[in-house]
C-alpha cells in the first residue's frame, strides 16, 4: 500500500507560470517531510524541506505548504524555467519508528515549456 | 568538494553472478542508504547504515547484503538471490540524527541478462 502518493505522474506548465506539485499521505505520524528534484539517470537533488511544526516553509522560487488535516503537501515553483524541467519526488519521514527511514512518492514529472 | 560518489555509472552482469556497487562519500556523514529505482516507481529503501559497523534493512532487502567497515563506504552486493536485479540503484547520506535531508550520489544502472 503506497503510503506516500504523487497521483499526477506529470504536469506541464508554460514557463514564468506557477508549477503546483501535490503530494498526498496516509499515516498522520509522518512528521518530516522533504521535496527532491531529479533529473534522468542522476542521483536526486534535494529541494526543501517541511516540519509537521509548519504550514509553509519558502526557499527563493521555491515553497511548500503542508495542511495536516488533509494530510496534503504541496510544491509550488514560482516562476517555472525550462531548467526546472525534471522529476519531482516527495518523501515523508516515519518519525515514530525512531530511525532514518523515508517513503517516498513515485514522481511528477514536471515539464516546463519555453 | 565534498559529496557522494558512486562506480560504476553503467554495470552489466550475466544471471547468477553476484555484483558489487560502489558507494563512497567525504561528507562526514554518520548514516547512508541504499535505494533502488524502477521505472514509474518512488525509490525504494533496500538497506541503511546509521552508524559503523552496523545496519538494517529496508524495505526491499531481500538478495541484497552490506557492509560498513568504514564511515565513508558502505557498498552494495546483489546477489544472485535477487530474482529482478536490474534497476537504477542510488546511494546516499545524511547527517547527525539522520532527520535531515538525504544527499544522493549519481547511481549506478545495473542490467542483468
Known amino acids: 500500500d503506497q503510503q506516500v502518493k504523487q497521483n499526477s505522474p506529470s504536469l506541464s506548465v508554460q514557463e514564468g507560470r506557477i508549477s503546483i506539485l501535490n503530494c498526498d499521505y496516509t499515516n498522520s505520524m509522518f512528521d518530516y517531510f522533504l521535496w527532491y528534484k531529479k533529473y534522468p539517470a542522476e542521483g536526486p537533488t534535494f529541494l526543501i524541506s517541511?516540519?509537521?511544526?509548519?504550514d509553509k516553509n519558502e526557499d527563493g522560487r521555491f515553497t511548500v505548504f503542508l495542511n495536516k488535516s488533509a494530510k496534503h503537501l504541496s510544491l509550488h515553483i514560482v516562476p517555472s524555467q525550462p531548467g526546472d524541467s525534471a522529476v519531482y519526488f516527495c518523501a515523508a519521514s516515519p518519525g515514530w519508528q525512531g530511525t532514518y527511514k523515508y517513503i517516498f512518492g513515485t514522481g511528477t514529472r514536471l515539464k516546463v515549456l519555453a | 568538494d565534498g559529496g557522494i560518489t558512486q562506480s560504476p555509472k553503467y554495470l552489466f552482469r550475466k544471471e547468477g553472478q553476484n555484483v558489487t556497487l560502489s558507494c563512497e562519500q567525504n561528507l562526514n556523514h554518520d548514516a547512508m542508504y541504499w535505494y533502488r529505482q524502477d521505472p514509474g516507481q518512488g525509490l525504494r529503501l533496500i538497506y541503511y547504515?546509521?552508524?559503523?559497523?552496523?545496519?538494517q534493512k529496508g524495505d526491499i532487502a531481500e538478495g541484497y547484503s552490506v557492509s560498513r567497515e568504514k564511515k565513508e563506504s558502505f557498498p552494495l552486493t546483489v546477489t544472485s538471490a535477487q530474482k529482478n536485479p536490474t534497476a537504477f540503484y542510488l546511494c546516499?547520506?545524511?547527517?547527525?540524527?539522520?532527520?535531515?535531508?538525504?544527499?544522493f550520489g549519481p547511481g549506478t544502472r545495473l542490467t542483468v541478462t
Open positions: 547504515s546509521q552508524i559503523v559497523n552496523d545496519f
Open positions: 517541511i516540519s509537521s511544526i509548519k
Open positions: 546516499a547520506s545524511s547527517g547527525t540524527g539522520g532527520r535531515g535531508e538525504q544527499y
